[in-house]
């Protein structure tokens, strides 16, 4: 069993073990006009899994919902999405405003954009050897393909969430020096 430095309850380890299985109900549910409402929940969920380690609040967890409205309104309100590209500023400065609570404004800037670096390059890594990134970006929302985006999704949660508690646990190391 890995250190889960910083998840203390079973509950947030389920909630780890949710976050990584949700993208696997992709092939399961034909989401059709409803991707909005998949892409807003797994994007709710990305905050969420970032919040737990970092410092998780019940107000957070409202400004997190709050920032993902729009994608999930956007499945019954199509001009909804014009303002798409905002929830990802949105959510990353949701993200800084946690971390520099807990590490301040500088580190917390540099914790968000190492733990994000992290997970990108394990999933290149991840692409180079196995191709699946460039798989799951040609296949797409094809309803009768749909395996490799469900394996896309859920390794890359796998890797953002070692990627928040590998990276919280150095800097305990650096504030212990």
């Known amino acids: 069993m890995p250190d889960l430095a910083g998840l203390k309850s079973k509950a947030k ?17 034909p989401w059709g006009p409803l991707i909005g409402l998949f892409f807003g929940v797994y994007v709710w969920l990305w905050l969420l899994a970032f919040l737990v380690v970092v410092g998780f609040t019940w107000r957070r967890a409202c400004l997190a919902f709050f920032t993902v409205l729009p994608l999930v ?33 500088f580190w917390g800037f540099l914790y968000v954009v190492s733990v994000h670096l992290f997970a990108a390059v394990a999933m290149a890594v991840t692409d180079m050897l ?32 070692v990627a928040n508690i590998v990276t919280v646990g150095l800097y305990r190391r650096f504030e212990r020096q």
């Open 13 to 29: 380890l389920l909630f780890f073990i949710l976050f990584v299985a949700f993208g696997l109900i992709w092939p399961i549910v």
């Open 130 to 161: 196995t191709g699946l990134a460039t798989r799951a970006n040609t296949v797409g929302l094809d309803p009768y393909e749909r395996l490799d985006v469900a394996l896309f999704l859920s390794l890359s949660a796998a890797y953002f969430a």
């Open 73 to 105: 309104a956007s499945s019954v309100f199509l001009p909804a999405l014009a303002v798409a590209p905002l929830v990802l500023l949105f959510a990353f400065l949701l993200m800084w405003y946690a971390a520099a609570k807990r590490f301040g404004v």
